[in-house]
């Protein structure tokens, strides 16, 4: 009887727990408060969105393309690429100097007003100047070159034929990134036609070789700036855009402004072996070897973490979910668990939550029936705030645990960047500047995967984001160095718009 009066009491207890723990995660739901400012939309903006797309679609027409050299002698047995920055040669760099003589013809007003600089012959540094020095100057970037073309037969439209088609303009570089760096442009010749004038100097930086790493471009530019002395308020380079249906299945059209961005490394591994007929091979071969090595690494994915920047992100798009949503992202120190599981599933999301690794190249024998005296396999990896590329490299050598395999970096790498402040006044204004272009939009923090020019200026600023004033529906990414990219011409207007209203609202004091 005492058994059965103690269990009594034991449910009775463990159900009192049950319904306050039930009662916690509701009343914490219930309180979030939308992190979201209400701003009025912009409606005083008229721009030509057809003059746009044509000037847009004439600078998709100029193949400002970023070769990988291959490399040169036999310095490493193994190498199956290289990726060291080198000067163009003549014939890569003729399609630059046409494009700037396009830029200097689209934008005389940008010319004759600005102070232009080429910077180690390719790369582009502006100065607006404004009218009162005591204000800190921001730097807007952008990129000119894009990434080649595999196949031009599998594109619906010539991917450097700038075509208007369907209410979009297709081609190469349309996101990435000369849609963002052509809009940049329209909107100073806008505001100049308007008579605008910037309090705050503004400088515009366009490197020349962001798809192979920045090192000739972006990395010149930074040196230089450096070198003045200049501190800038805050960086604005390409980045994450506006997604629909794209973020946590949300309805409405998401901003997400990275605060972040992932380090990258490419990792080379190699083993030499004994070459020979394949009729008689031996135990392992220079393949098995590398294979073997490639499937452990795959095996054992780095761990996730979910804090920082994707807690930062949480935060700001838990009040505008459903309330089913915000029981569970208003107490992620009960169901963190379930959620970071979830982000795991799905490849979009998992880059959030850990450091990725992509075998992306194999290299061994030229011949089926011949063994390969040396193979190769060459990794790439997106590394997450917290850990470095020192790191990464230790944890590859750990797991891998082979003396037979060589791991070496290739020459492009960068550490993860610092978290900039999401909730800074520079924050606030880009978000505020969202809101008034693309109404009803929710802005939210984030961590950009890729890697970007940014990475150089870290040293220049407190605060670096990283936003492409862009809307992306479901597919639209896979479009970014893939088929068939393109913008709308709605979109690219929009763009213009964005670059308008921040330029003057940034040209005030930040509160």
């Known amino acids: 009887m005492r058994n059965f009066l103690s269990i009594q009491r034991l449910m009775f207890v463990m159900g009192i727990i049950l319904v306050g723990l039930v009662c916690l995660v509701v009343i914490r739901a219930s309180l979030l408060q939308s992190l979201q400012p209400n701003v009025k939309a912009v409606t005083d903006i008229t721009v030509d969105q057809d003059f746009i797309a044509q000037h847009l679609a004439e600078a998709i027409r100029y193949k400002t393309i970023s070769f990988q050299k291959a490399p040169k002698g036999e310095a490493f047995r193994c190498t199956t690429i290289s990726s060291q920055n080198t000067r163009l040669e003549e014939d890569e760099a003729k399609p630059f100097d046409k494009f700037h003589d396009f830029l200097r013809n689209t934008y005389p007003k940008v010319h004759s007003t600005l102070t232009k600089e080429v910077i180690n012959q390719h790369s582009l540094l502006y100065t607006w100047e404004g009218t009162d020095s005591a204000l800190k100057p921001i730097l807007i970037m952008a990129h000119q070159d894009v990434v080649p073309i595999e196949s031009e037969k599998k594109w619906d439209y010539p991917p450097f034929a700038g075509e208007i088609a369907k209410g979009y303009i297709w081609g190469r570089g349309a996101i990435d990134d000369k849609g963002p760096l052509i809009a940049i442009f329209e909107a100073i010749e806008f505001l100049i036609s308007q008579g605008f004038r910037p309090a705050r100097t503004i400088y515009f930086a366009f490197g020349h070789d962001e798809e192979i790493g920045g090192k000739q471009g972006a990395a010149e530019i930074a040196k230089q700036l450096n070198h003045r002395g200049l501190q800038f308020e805050f960086i604005l380079d390409e980045g994450t855009p506006i997604t629909k249906g794209i973020i946590l299945g949300i309805a409405k059209p998401v901003a997400v402004i990275a605060i972040a961005e992932k380090g990258y490394l490419t990792l080379e591994l190699c083993t030499i072996g004994k070459g020979g007929h394949s009729s008689m091979p031996p135990k392992t071969t220079a393949v098995s070897i590398i294979a073997k090595a490639v499937n452990q690494l795959v095996e054992n994915p780095f761990p996730s973490r979910f804090d920082g920047v994707v807690e930062s992100m949480f935060e700001a798009l838990a009040p505008e979910v459903s309330f089913s949503k915000q029981l569970i992202f208003a107490n992620l120190w009960l169901t963190k668990p379930l959620v970071k599981n979830e982000l795991a599933s799905k490849p979009t999301t998992n880059a959030i939550i850990r450091t990725t690794m992509a075998p992306t190249m194999l290299s061994g024998s030229a011949k089926e029936n011949v063994l390969p005296q040396s193979a190769s396999a060459v990794i790439n990896f997106r590394i997450l705030p917290g850990e470095t590329t020192t790191s990464v490299i230790k944890r590859v050598e750990t797991i891998i645990n082979d003396s037979r395999v060589t791991v070496r970096p290739l020459n492009i790498l960068s550490e993860p960047s610092k978290i900039s402040d999401s909730n800074s006044a520079s924050f606030d204004l880009l978000r505020r500047t969202v809101r008034e272009v693309f109404p009803n939009t929710i802005v ?31 597919g639209d990414p896979a479009r970014i160095h893939g088929l068939n990219e393109r913008i709308s011409v709605q979109d690219m207007a929009k763009a213009v718009k964005f670059y308008i209203r921040l330029f003057k609202r940034a040209s005030l004091p930040l509160t």
């Not at 990475?455 to 600023?461: C, I, T």
């Open 444 to 474: 939210a923090p984030s961590l950009l995967m890729a890697t970007t020019d940014s990475k150089f200026y870290a040293r220049l600023a407190t605060n670096t984001y990283r936003f492409n004033p862009i809307t992306m529906i479901p």
